[in-house]
Nanobody, 125 residues
């Protein structure tokens, strides 16, 4: 059984930083098959980005490029999302997601089978 547990959300002012963590429980999931999503009320869950197997991150949302970075600790089965220079439009519930295979559009929520509980990020102006 796979379980994802997120932490690290909160409230900051514009320009502030937050770091989200997502711990994966269950040996069948690789951090290479994980991604970050976010969702605001009355909108679909949108992809933020996902780690590349060779290192680095691919971003689904160009607006976070240069402000968000990600890291993974395979020994701890943990994926991190470092968010800097936060803007009010970054406010959302952030989710980590995982799937068992490397196939599928990694920016599409429908490709993922497992989800964290979500953590609220609020950026005030």
């Amino acid at each position: 059984q796979v379980r994802l547990v997120e932490s690290g959300g909160g409230s900051v002012q514009t320009g502030g930083s937050l770091r989200l963590s997502c711990v994966v429980f269950g040996d069948s999931v690789s951090t290479n098959n994980m991604a970050w999503f976010r969702q605001v009320p009355n909108k679909e869950r949108e992809g933020v980005g996902f780690p590349r197997p060779g290192g680095g991150m691919s971003w689904c949302d160009d607006s976070v490029w240069g402000r968000f970075t990600s890291a993974k600790d395979n020994a701890k089965n943990t994926l991190y999302l470092q968010m800097d220079k936060l803007k009010p439009e970054d406010s959302a519930v952030y989710y980590c997601a995982a799937k068992l295979s490397p196939y599928g559009d990694r920016c599409q929520a429908s490709a993922y089978s497992y989800w964290g509980q979500g953590t609220q990020v609020t950026v005030s102006s």
